[in-house]
């Protein structure tokens, strides 16, 4: 029934503005999941469920931020767990949105679109998307040669792009270089509950990271010593279990993920 209804509203759609009227598709469709149970915090919709998704995959039940999740995507902004929790730790964590005062420059490497439409709302963001292939990306930039002068961004987010990355600590120099001193960055990965980061150079084909990874391109899976990493580049890094603080009604209505933490990293002056 629900594909049927995803169906009927993109061939009523002309393919040539099918990007302009994205919005409006997604409200018709979250439509079929308007309810009073759950709440998005990203895009402010109520919902009676989230759609479930994650990765389905033997490797992931205790990776947080990848697995598999009942209350995974948003219908109408696409947010995952991931996201809703950034979104409500910058809104009230950060003076990010409050402090209009001053313009604020804002980096995000694989920008999706929750964010893009949370951060153009305020004027006096002046928000840069970054990535070598997404279709949302402003600037198309390598992560490890980042095309902008050193301490140019007041706040830098980037979500699950490090596993990615054959050079992490290469990656992670780059975003504290471009940071102001003073500034805050944002840097999630998927975290398995473990002590050591599991990489081997030797994987290097789709099928080989795909067994041990559980995804074709990823080259780790990182543990709890992700934090030394951060701050083996230079970073002050706060892990923080915002879930926690945020309580399990909170966690529920929002369809967080309960073990995931904010990874909080400050260049300091």
Same mark, same amino acid.
């Given at each position: 029934?629900?594909?049927?209804? =995803? ?42 469920? &989230?759609?479930?998704?994650? !990765? ?5 039940? $205790? ?16 947010? %995952? ?7 409500? &730790? ?14 604020? +420059? ?12 949370? %951060? ?5 963001? @002046? ?8 279709? &949302?990306?402003?600037? @198309? %930039? $390598? ?9 140019? /961004?007041?706040? !830098? ?15 992670? @120099? ?16 998927? !975290?398995? *509950?473990?002590?050591?980061?599991? *990489? +081997? ?8 990271? &795909?067994? /041990?990874?559980?995804?074709? $391109? ?8 992700? =934090? *030394? ?5 230079? /970073? ?15 966690? *529920?209505?929002?369809?967080? $993920? ?12």
């Amino acid at each position: 029934m629900l594909k049927r209804i =995803k169906s009927l509203i993109l061939k009523s759609i002309p393919p040539g503005v099918h990007s302009a009227a994205r919005p409006v598709y997604k409200w018709l469709y979250s439509l079929y999941y308007a309810g009073t149970r759950h709440r998005c915090p990203s895009c402010g919709i109520y919902l009676r469920k &989230f759609i479930p998704d994650g !990765i389905l995959y033997p490797i992931f039940p $205790d990776i947080v931020g990848a697995r598999w999740h009942p209350k995974g995507r948003c219908p109408r902004c696409d947010t %995952m767990p991931r996201h809703r929790l950034m979104h409500l &730790f910058i809104r009230n964590k950060t003076s990010l949105f409050n402090d209009k005062t001053q313009r604020v +420059n804002v980096l995000q490497f694989a920008p999706e679109y929750s964010t893009i439409r949370l %951060m153009r709302k305020y004027g006096h963001i @002046k928000y840069f998307s970054a990535d070598l292939y997404s279709k &949302f990306a402003e600037y @198309k %930039m $390598d992560i490890l040669d980042i095309k902008f002068e050193t301490g140019f /961004f007041d706040a !830098i987010l980037c979500q699950h792009v490090l596993e990615h990355i054959e050079d992490d600590l290469k990656a992670m @120099k780059e975003l504290f270089r471009v940071l102001k001193p003073g500034g805050w960055a944002i840097l999630q990965v998927p !975290i398995r *509950e473990t002590a050591k980061t599991f *990489e +081997n150079p030797a994987y290097k084909t789709p099928e080989d990271r &795909f067994r /041990f990874y559980g995804q074709s $391109d990823h080259v780790r899976i990182y543990g709890w010593d992700y =934090k *030394e990493r951060l701050e083996s580049a230079g /970073f002050k890094v706060n892990v923080i279990d915002y879930p926690k603080e945020l309580g399990p009604k909170a966690v *529920e209505k929002c369809g967080l $993920d309960k073990d995931e933490k904010i990874y909080f990293c400050v260049k300091t002056l």
